[in-house]
């Protein structure tokens, strides 16, 4: 495998019920689902995946395991096999039980808590089996071991059938069988989208290591094999893709110290963002930690001292830390044993003694690879400076805007109809395309927390404007005086007079671009509010459906058709009127209010970064300077442009 895992040592040879170690007993887990998988939405769906494939990248890490293969099967059925040393099938001593049995229906049991099975796991909260064997209608679970076939199965986290061998082997490795329980999940439809960006994910993370994705549901047959021999550079090369390199190289940095190991890889490109995607024991790290610290600040040293020392950089003048990090792609990887994760919801590492590693490797290394590599130290530190004093220019930009229009005076821009309410907690903002459709929304809203911002015409491609361009826009600016919040470093969501935003556009092409560039400026200068769960999509009707006095809407071909025998019933002959919304503004204030903006009635769709990663790309492709990979993204998703969110 990659040479990072060279630097891996390998544990016990021996993996054996001894090493499984029981902490508590699996109970709540059906009544408490969201403890254990954080919801019981699509998102804790997905999330039984990878709690499985977690166990075999943990077999990967340990130096056992080459190849993991994952299937969708007809039903929503999910197989996970690997060829890594097995299950154990012993008995284990503390509960006189097979460990087999002990790892699929005790809750905190494996070879995670110490009993020397692996040095370093990928599991985030160490539950992951019994807890997807709990959420299962059923479970089947066949370890290849020691020259047999051992077979157990479950319902619901019960044993069905005892641990009994059914037939003999020349191979090592586990395969679990599942399919996830409808009683526990709003919906057990997976989507192969999702789990192939994660399955990529833990490809580049774990170079030399084989994954094999395929969907085998009627219809949806396809199948994928990734193995990124250049582990994490591979990574950066793929984030990459569709942008401009300002230097040849990934750069590569790693180091252990202990049992901890650290890599990073990262590349320049000529845009203006930064995408600093960051892990700890194959765990995405969203919020960052001590790896990203410690990362951020080595770097901006190292820049400064390598511009100082060729003086570049004159005397006291520096770059900042945004500065450095302008146009970077950049993935920082590291694997510790006793892995401490923070905040609300886990993302972020806590362990202080892998900051001072990640900036001892970038410090050095970096060092040396700079004065190896003069031109691409240069062209890095010329984006650096250019950053700096695009900077200046946007906080110039920014006061200039502030003494024109008194930014910080209260006062709101004209587009704007406000809402009573003061609490941004009750408060909702629709930002709406076209001056007919606002002005439909401002008859039909209700103005105690609903308030509307108009916007028109095509807005400004944030993907290729710094901050300075964007305070001077004029339909832009608008939105940041009514959010109240600010943009870029400067944003305080603490201010936020909203805490509900509303993007309102048409079901077509103009309405998909406008929400498309929302999205994008959301996404690059207030990031917080998609991570907050703040923005949403309103969903308007397609069809409205009437039978004599009664009517009913749809919003979509299989609702309308739905609805229409539902207003039949009995009567397959009797005639029902189905005409088409031809868009926001189309609609009477009434209609607008009952359909698209009474929280009674109305269908939101929240819009989530799901994944940084795929979200940037998206963004990308859509606004960047290559046509090719648009046209292509474009065609196909074509059935989907004309709804399009992210």
């Not at 902490?23 to 499985?52: D, F, N, Q």
């Not at 047999?148 to 009994?164: A, L, N, P, T, Y």
């Not at 219809?219 to 550079?233: D, L």
């Not at 603490?494 to 996404?523: N, P, Q």
Request: hydrophobic residues 35%; aromatic residues 8%.
């Amino acid at each position: 495998m990659s040479d990072i895992n060279e630097l891996t040592q390998k544990v016990t040879e021996e993996y054996d019920a001894s090493q499984i170690q029981v902490l508590e007993g699996l109970e709540a887990v059906r009544k408490r689902p969201g403890m254990y998988i954080g919801s019981t939405s699509s998102s804790g769906l997905h999330h039984l995946v990878y709690e499985i494939v977690d166990n075999s990248i943990d077999e990967a890490l340990a130096g056992y395991c080459t190849h993991i293969e994952v299937s969708i099967e007809p039903g929503d059925i999910i197989r996970v096999s690997d060829n890594g040393r097995g299950i154990p099938v012993d008995i284990q001593e503390q509960t006189g039980k097979s460990a087999l049995e002990v790892v699929f229906t005790v809750l905190h049991a494996g070879g995670k808590f110490g009993g020397g099975g692996y040095k370093v796991s990928g599991g985030l909260h160490g539950v992951g089996a019994s807890v997807v064997n709990a959420l299962s209608e059923w479970l089947v679970v066949q370890v290849h071991k020691d020259g047999k076939i051992h077979q157990m199965r479950f319902s619901r986290g019960d044993i069905v059938e005892e641990i009994h061998v059914v037939g003999e082997t020349d191979h090592t490795g586990t395969t679990v069988r599942f399919k996830p329980d409808p009683e526990m999940f709003d919906d057990t439809v997976y989507d192969y989208e999702i789990l192939h960006t994660r399955m990529r994910e833990q490809a580049f993370l774990n170079g030399g290591l084989k994954i094999t994705l395929e969907d085998l549901r009627e219809g949806q047959q396809q199948r994928e094999s990734m193995c990124y021999e250049g582990g994490i550079r591979e990574f950066v090369t793929w984030l990459n893709k569709h942008k401009t390199p300002i230097h040849e190289d990934v750069i590569y940095l790693s180091g252990s110290r202990d049992d901890a190991i650290a890599e990073i890889a990262m590349q320049y490109n000529d845009g203006f963002n930064e995408n600093l995607i960051s892990f700890a024991n194959d765990i995405h790290t969203p919020e960052g930690g001590m790896h990203e610290t410690g990362f951020k600040t080595a770097l901006t040293r190292v820049i400064n001292a390598y511009g100082q020392k060729n003086n570049i950089i004159k005397g006291e003048d520096k770059v900042s830390g945004e500065d450095v990090r302008e146009g970077i792609s950049a993935v920082i990887s590291v694997k510790l044993p006793e892995a401490q994760f923070e905040g609300q919801t886990k993302q972020k590492l806590g362990n202080a003694y892998i900051r001072t590693l990640v900036d001892s490797i970038v410090n050095e290394q970096l060092t040396e690879y700079f004065e190896e590599h003069p031109a691409a130290a240069k062209a890095i530190l010329d984006k650096a400076m250019m950053a700096n004093r695009a900077r200046e220019a946007a906080r110039k930009a920014r006061e200039s805007v502030r003494r024109k229009t008194g930014l910080e005076s209260g006062q709101m821009p004209d587009k704007l109809q406000d809402c009573n309410e003061r609490d941004p907690s009750l408060c909702e903002i629709y930002i709406v395309e076209g001056d007919s459709a606002a002005g439909s929304a401002i008859q039909g809203r209700d103005s105690r927390f609903q308030a509307i911002l108009a916007m028109w015409g095509k807005m400004l491609n944030v993907e290729k404007a710094r901050a300075d361009k964007i305070y001077g826009n004029d339909k832009l600016y608008p939105l940041i005086v009514a959010l109240g919040a600010g943009i870029g470093d400067e944003f305080n969501i603490d201010k936020l007079r909203y805490h509900k935003i509303i993007i309102m556009a048409d079901a077509d092409v103009d309405g998909s671009h406008i929400r498309t560039l929302l999205l994008t400026f959301f996404f690059r200068y207030m990031r917080p509010l998609i991570e907050r769960g703040y923005v949403y999509s309103a969903v308007p009707p397609l069809y409205k459906l009437t039978r004599g006095k009664t009517q009913r809407v749809a919003y979509s071909d299989e609702q309308r058709d739905q609805i229409s025998a539902e207003m039949r019933g009995d009567n397959p002959n009797v005639k029902i009127d189905i005409s088409r919304f031809k868009g926001l503004g189309e609609m009477d204030p009434h209609e607008l209010w009952e359909t698209t903006m009474d929280p009674e009635q109305r269908s939101l769709r929240r819009i989530t970064l799901g994944d940084a990663i795929q979200a940037d790309q998206v963004f990308t492709v859509l606004m960047g300077e290559e046509v090719e990979p648009r046209k292509e993204w474009i065609e196909r998703n074509a059935q989907y442009v004309g709804n399009l969110d992210i």
